[in-house]
């Protein structure tokens, strides 16, 4: 059973800085691609980041220069590095990710955990 636990969000003012992490466990994670996805209050859910089993990596225009998108495979952690935090980032987050050969660039992967949540606000 895949399982995905997300730690590390809160409330961080304007410009400041914040890493998520992400547990996983119930599949190979180090064959898998992961992603970061996000859903602030009455939107959908935003493709953030993603971060394929080889090490290639994507970022959605918003947050592309501010947030870094890593992953330890023999911790089975997958992370979020997020500066220059603004407003229009306070969202769950969550950890998300799709069998091989499945989507990943998508704001809707096949699982995700149940989320941390962020608050940027002064």
């Known amino acids: 059973e895949v399982q995905l636990v997300e730690s590390g969000g809160g409330l961080v003012q304007p410009g400041g800085s914040l890493r998520l992490s992400c547990a996983a466990s119930g599949f190979t994670f180090g064959s898998y691609g992961m992603s970061w996805v996000r859903q602030a209050p009455g939107k959908g859910p935003e493709w953030v980041s993603v971060?394929?089993?080889?090490?290639?990596?994507y970022y959605a225009d918003s947050v592309k220069g501010r947030f870094t998108i890593s992953r330890d495979n023999n911790k089975n952690t997958l992370y979020l590095q997020m500066n220059s935090l603004k407003p229009e980032d306070t969202a769950v987050y969550y950890c998300?990710?799709?069998?091989?050969?499945?989507?990943?660039?998508?704001?809707?992967?096949?699982?995700r955990g149940q989320g941390t949540q962020v608050t940027v606000s002064s």
């Open positions: 971060i394929l089993s080889g090490g290639s990596t």
């Open positions: 998300a990710t799709s069998r091989p050969g499945r989507p990943i660039l998508t704001p809707v992967p096949e699982y």
